[in-house]
């Protein structure tokens, strides 16, 4: 059972899930940000009036650079608990496949 544990902890060290779900969301940012940011510009527009092509350009290269910014600082918080809960995986698992005819006897 122990061995089972460790094997899981080691897994999902391995994995790096938190890199793959980074590399998804920045994909779907590429692909639909243009909308989003169109959208968005729209309603901006309707409360300040007509924007020119740079101010534009600006605004969605700032909303970009944020919106990379704040995903990044969420992740680093996930990577974080990912990587505590790998390390209790591991020592839990190591404790119980060193360890675990000892408890077995003890619980009899």
């Known amino acids: 059972m122990g061995a089972i544990i460790i094997?899981?902890?080691?897994?999902?060290a391995a994995s790096r899930f938190h890199e793959w779900v980074r590399s998804k969301v920045?994909?779907?940012?590429?692909?639909?940000?243009?909308?989003?940011?169109?959208?968005?510009?729209?309603a901006l527009e309707r409360e300040t009036g007509p924007l020119?092509?740079?101010?534009?350009?600006?605004?969605?290269a700032e909303v970009r650079a944020e919106t990379l910014a704040d995903l990044d600082q969420i992740f680093e918080e996930d990577k974080k608990r990912i990587k505590n809960l790998?390390?209790?995986?591991?020592?839990f698992g190591t404790l119980?496949?060193?360890?675990?005819?000892?408890?077995?006897?003890?619980?009899?």
């Open 7 to 12: 094997i899981i902890g080691v897994l999902l």
């Open 26 to 42: 920045s994909d779907f940012i590429d692909q639909d940000f243009e909308v989003i940011a169109k959208s968005a510009l729209c």
């Open 52 to 60: 020119s092509d740079e101010k534009r350009g600006r605004i969605i």
């Open 86 to 91: 790998e390390v209790i995986l591991v020592v």
């Open 96 to 108: 119980l496949n060193g360890l675990g005819d000892y408890f077995v006897e003890l619980l009899k």
